[in-house]
């Protein structure tokens, strides 16, 4: 006979047992190593708040987890929509298709909403999307891709970052926030705690901030496919094209990528910095579910002002 299924709160002692599980499901991708520090800072440490993070158990064994990290966006109007992130999410590979995902998902959504939460929003990967969209979820749009190739393109023997981006330049942290802008859509507040937590103390990700003038880009070197790329995070002031200059003189990257919303100030700056998009290229779907009335189509990607510091990594 198959074992009950029970779900609860997930507490700080199941971590060893949530990482197992994250590892069994969806592997471990060397930059998002699954330690308890990249829990902690994802579910504990946030500036936006605690995460609603349910388990399910069989037997009292964790076989299914899901978690709604807090965030919040900005409307163009001055108005602050209280949102959750829908983002892990796992059920251990012998108790697939017993509705362990759509239940945990269903409960987390009745907490938010009890909790006054206004939507919800994720990246779902191909195998979850479509149960999101059979509780609810509407498919936003697409999430394409920023590039230019570097001097370094073809250059096979670039195959690391130049030590003086790792070494010289500094690390992305702030006394005070750089100075923000209007939201134009649906935007994250950039508060400095939100900047020193999101780039400052990520336990795995290394990011570098580079400052010319009165712009600033937050960049990340990594390593996709054996080639290094430099990601442009998030990119701060005006005229943060010349920022972006630096950060890829002082990196050794075959190119440079990003994604910043139609009609933003920063998807301007990569376009003078000679990033193209891509045609046609899928990096991720937005989905979103609302919760409550608003005052915004969240369903419409020209409501959303995002960076690829929103999206990455979480
Ligand atoms: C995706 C995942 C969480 C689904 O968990 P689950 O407990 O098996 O899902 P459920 O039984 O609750 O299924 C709910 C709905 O999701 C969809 N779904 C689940 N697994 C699916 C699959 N393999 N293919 C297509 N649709 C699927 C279906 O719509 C399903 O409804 P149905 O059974 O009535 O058709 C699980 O497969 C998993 O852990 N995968 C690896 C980790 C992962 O990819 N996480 C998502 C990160 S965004």
Known sequence: MAEAIQSRVMEKSDVEEVLDLLRAALGEPPLLARTPQLLAWKHYDNPFGESIALVATADSRIVGLRSFMRWQLRTPSGGLVSCVRAVDTATHPEFHRRGIFRRLTEEAIELA?????????????????????????????????????????FNLRARHHSASLTEAVESAHWTRAPLGRAALGLRTPRTDDYLNWRFGSHPTARYHKFTSGAGQAVVRPNMRKGRNELLISDLFGRNSQDAIGDAVRAANARYVATWFSEDTPERSACLHAGLIPIPGVRALTLMARPLNELDVDVTSMSSWDLALSDLELL
């Open 113 to 153: 909403t009890a909790d006054g939460v206004d939507l919800v929003f994720n990246t779902p990967n191909a195998k979850s999307g479509s149960g999101y969209t059979s509780m609810g979820w509407i498919e936003v749009g697409r999430i394409g891709v920023l590039l230019r190739p570097t001097r370094h393109f």
